[in-house]
T-cell receptor, first 113, second 111 residues
Framework: GDSVTQMEGPVTLSEEAFLTINCTYT??????LFWYVQYPGEGLQLLLK?????DKGSNKGFEATYRKETTSFHLEKGSVQVSDSAVYFC????????????FGKGTLLTVNP | NAGVTQTPKFQVLKTGQSMTLQCAQD?????MSWYRQDPGMGLRLIHY???????DQGEVPNGYNVSRSTTEDFPLRLLSAAPSQTSVYFC??????????FGEGSRLTVL
């Protein structure tokens, strides 16, 4: 079935460090891929997305490239800030629908000053 | 702009009790869904709806009922709560674009 596997963490970094959170997906169909972020006490919100192979999604300094050959969608940021501390979820649409999403288990990121 | 509103934010139940988690959206989205979030499990889809009068099961539907009588509302019912249903519940809505808009969550504890 459709699934997503992401680096479980937790990840702890110092401010201005480089961030990578790995995400791979099952290669069924031609999914759209997403990264969502959940700040403490809040619901999830869309961070970025990519809808086809080689697309790069970007937002707030975060980037992820849809790699069909490696079935990956790794999240990167060149210089993290304390305010980036949150849980990050990788997701893909499933069942052939564009609005039914399957998520990874989430990665807790803590950025220390 | 309210977006997706969930009530209550916190609830404690005893085993066997029933309750309804309310979800309302004011964005005229066709699609609505319920997820539960558990430590180490991420988010799992419980039920979803593609429009008024249409619902379907997700990954973990057992113990939950839903209905969609209007575009705006999508309540989640627990008919006989069990400790395994202790979780944080999120309602989400969307157009058919894949961008889900989530509510702030409802934290349920079943004793």
């Amino acid at each position: 079935g459709d699934s997503v596997t992401q680096m479980e963490g937790p990840v702890t970094l110092s401010e201005e460090a480089f961030l990578t959170i790995n995400c791979t997906y099952t290669a069924t169909g031609y999914p759209s891929l997403f990264w969502y972020v959940q700040y403490p006490g809040e619901g999830l919100q869309l961070l970025l997305k990519a809808t086809k192979a080689d697309d790069k999604g970007s937002n707030k300094g975060f980037e992820a490239t849809y790699r069909k050959e490696t079935t990956s969608f790794h999240l990167e940021k060149g210089s993290v800030q304390v305010s980036d501390s949150a849980v990050y979820f990788c997701g893909r649409n499933s069942g052939g629908s564009n609005y039914k999403l399957t998520f990874g288990k989430g990665t807790l990121l803590t950025v220390n000053p | 702009n309210a977006g997706v509103t969930q009530t209550p934010k916190f609830q404690v139940l005893k085993t066997g009790q029933s309750m309804t988690l309310q979800c309302a959206q004011d964005m005229n989205h066709e699609y609505m869904s319920w997820y539960r979030q558990d430590p180490g499990m991420g988010l799992r889809l419980i039920h979803y709806s593609v429009g008024a009068g249409i619902t379907d099961q997700g990954e973990v539907p057992n113990g939950y009922n839903v209905s969609r009588s209007t575009t705006e509302d999508f309540p989640l019912r627990l008919l006989s709560a069990a400790p395994s249903q202790t979780s944080v519940y999120f309602c989400a809505s969307s157009y058919s674009t894949g961008e889900l808009f989530f509510g702030e969550g409802s934290r349920l504890t079943v004793l």
